[in-house]
């Protein structure tokens, strides 16, 4: 078993490396265009206006209750026949990773912010700081230290995810994977290779959410 | 004090889905007045407070503070509101913030005070209320009436015309009381208008120069320390003093 592992690696590691790399990309675009979209749908969520409320509530409502692989097919099949231009298999499935991910990502930063004691919300206002004002400098920095454990957490959901793109064949590492099966045969060392790269790639991403995690709350003291 | 109206309300009425908090209010607080407002719990006094600077909007009726109707809706209200200040019952200074940072952030944000002039001036504030040591500490470290003083000072940071005090004394040890008076009397001599909620009569006899009992969300009887604790003419008023006093 392990000389077919290291075997599999010596002949195959390019398909791999140009996997994680196509892993690495996937995770990094839904992970940033996520937050961003996150972080819009969660303001509209909190802005008190009843239709955007209404709006991100079934937004989000859909997307969290609907499996995230039929979400994939749905935005891979529609996608193309809506946009006026062509669009790639991989574009289709990054645009669905990033909806999906929004979705969770909005909810987590909504829930930190409601989490800051109202107290806070009115000292700021009876000072007469301006709503953006009071976002900024005093909601959100104290939100940030709820949502930070809950948003890494679905960051490394997020780069997990990104393996449902196989089902596609975007070129990632779960296509690696599939790759060097079709083409060896040896599916459980091809899977043990592809494991050991994911868990490299959770764990650096966890002490380095771990090790920020710590800094703020130094900050603090 | 002087006989100008610093803030009018006029037919005030506040209601939280069917339960009527304040029934119609119409009163005045002039310049230099330092008002107390006393009543059993759920009558309206902390809502009414909270509805002179707007953070409760009122249900309907109006809110003049100096002159201008804040209950209307095209009317700035951050800007009046820099000229009210407020210090709550649970303190809520900022936790992520030092002393210092507490007290510069509203002045250095909205009006543009430039940092070396607002450290000066919280320095010269945290000397008033004997916090200087603590400057840049920040409030996780402070008593509670360490934490009350700052957020009083943190609201005369903005130089308002006007300070609301909504109970705020009642989330503190007995021990810690005394201090965050002393430093509200020492507001009263510098001739600051005060409303002050308050459950401490000693002191709403002490320093008022008017009381207001409320009760049933109205103004039930209202008049000089001397006339509401010594002469009272309501029944409720009776009631109510006979069971703090």
Known sequence: MIESIIGLWTKYDYVYLNGLIGTLWLSAITVVLGTLLGTLIAIMKLSKIWILEAITTIYIGILRGVPILLQLYFFWLILPKVVPFALSDTACIVIA?????????????????????????????????SNRNMMRKVILPQAIKNILPALGNEYI????????????????????????????????????????IYLVVTTILTSGLNMYERRMQINER | MSDRELIRVENLCKSFKNLEVLRNITESIYEGEVVSIIGPSGGGKSTFLRCLNLLERPTSGKVFFEGTNLAEKKVDIDKHRQKIGMVFQSFNVFPHLTVLENIMLAPTLEKNVPKEEGEKQAIELLGRVGLLEKKNVYPNQLSGGQKQRLAIVRALAMEPDVMLFDEPTSALDPEMVKEVLEVIKNLIVSGMTIVIVTHEMNFAKEVSDRIFFMDNGIIEEKGTPDEIFNHAKSERTLEFLSKVL
């Open chain 1, 157 to 196: 959901t997020t780069v997990k995810q990104t393996s449902l793109a196989s089902v596609f064949f975007v070129a990632e590492l779960m296509t690696s994977y599939k790759t060097v099966q079709a083409a060896t045969f040896l599916a459980v060392p091809s899977l043990v290779i592809t494991g050991l």
């Open chain 1, 97 to 129: 990773l990033i909806i999906n991910a929004s979705s969770y990502i909005a909810e987590v930063i909504r829930a930190g912010v409601q989490a800051v004691d109202k107290g806070q919300t009115e000292a700021a206002k009876s000072l007469g700081l």
